[in-house]
């Protein structure tokens, strides 16, 4: 198994993986997003890929994807960002928003779960990064991403975050990259 670190320029030669380990990974949960709307991932990560300090790990057996996870430094108006913002309210938002990378997605195919595949990606993106914070958000419902953010250090800083893009609620979670162990 190998960790590929890819940068900005990588982004659209890893759009084609980056969907379909998507797509495997979330098919048959609940959080499977519709097919129709698999795609809008890869539009989502070229697009992102403009953002500074963006990074993106592969995980790769043979010749395939089998995980990945990317994120890129918070800036200001960006649409997640903002709606985030509007969540954690005045001393909270200066706390993890001032100088924040977003942990924006990680997913592995099923055949490779709970071989330590997800850690190693998680612990690769992290690596090394300038910012003091990193946000994410995942599903309420997703009681295995929470465990699995949780063992990592990461703390829930609001419970139930409606976005307008979506109908089921939200976990909030930081994770304070100052006080990690490398």
Not at 52 to 66: H, M, N, Q
Not at 79 to 84: A, D, E, I, L
Not at 115 to 132: C, V, Y
Request: proline share 4%.
């Amino acid at each position: 198994m190998e960790i590929q670190k890819c940068g900005p320029r990588d982004a659209a030669s890893k759009r084609d993986q980056v969907i379909d380990v998507y797509d495997r990974a979330w098919t048959g949960t609940l959080f499977h997003p519709g097919a129709a709307n698999v795609p809008t991932l890869g539009d989502r990560l070229v697009q992102q890929a403009g953002n500074p300090d963006f990074r993106l790990c592969v995980a790769v057996e043979g010749a395939d994807a089998v995980g990945f996870a990317y994120g890129y430094a918070s800036v200001p108006g960006g649409w997640w960002r903002q709606s985030v913002a509007a969540s954690l309210g005045g001393h909270a938002w200066n706390r993890w928003l001032d100088d924040c990378f977003e942990f924006a997605e990680l997913a592995v195919v099923p055949e490779f779960q709970s071989q330590g595949i997800g850690g190693r990606l998680h612990d690769t993106l992290l690596a090394g990064l300038q910012q003091s914070t990193s946000l994410l958000s995942t599903q309420k419902a997703n009681l295995s991403a929470l465990s699995f953010y949780k063992a990592r250090g990461w703390i829930v800083l609001n419970d139930w975050m409606m976005f307008s893009n979506r109908t089921e609620p939200y976990v909030i979670m930081g994770l304070d990259l100052a006080e990690r162990e490398p």
